[in-house]
């Protein structure tokens, strides 16, 4: 059972950056796609981020050329760094592994780090 455990999350001004992290509880970055999703109350949980094993990297349209995805292996965390953030990035973000193998599925969660964006 795969743990992981978002930090970072916080209030932060319009237009500010912020950094979330997300440890995992053991080395799983070579084989799981790593992301990070958001979701407001009332809202479906939505792809904000994701990382393969091989390093490549998604955004959601909303998010492209201001968020960043990166992972550190030695310290299995995975980092979702948020410059310009806007009143709209207001969401609880979760972190995500997931892969498939054998016809089995493995998807795990963190508990979720509260984003507010306000003046």
């Known amino acids: 059972q795969v743990q992981l455990v978002e930090s970072g999350g916080g209030l932060v001004q319009p237009g500010g950056s912020l950094r979330l992290s997300c440890a995992a509880s053991e080395s799983i970055f070579s084989t799981y796609v790593m992301g990070w999703y958001r979701q407001t109350p009332g809202m479906q949980r939505d792809l904000v981020a994701t990382?393969?094993?091989?390093?490549?990297?998604n955004y959601a349209d909303s998010v492209k050329g201001r968020f960043t995805i990166s992972r550190d292996g030695a310290k299995n965390s995975v980092y979702l760094q948020m410059d310009s953030v806007k009143t709209e990035d207001t969401a609880d973000y979760y972190c995500?592994?997931?892969?498939?193998?054998?016809?089995?599925?493995?998807?795990?969660w963190g508990q979720g780090t509260q984003v507010t964006v306000s003046s």
């Open positions: 995500n592994a997931f892969r498939t193998m054998y016809g089995s599925t493995y998807n795990y």
């Open positions: 990382i393969t094993p091989r390093g490549r990297t």
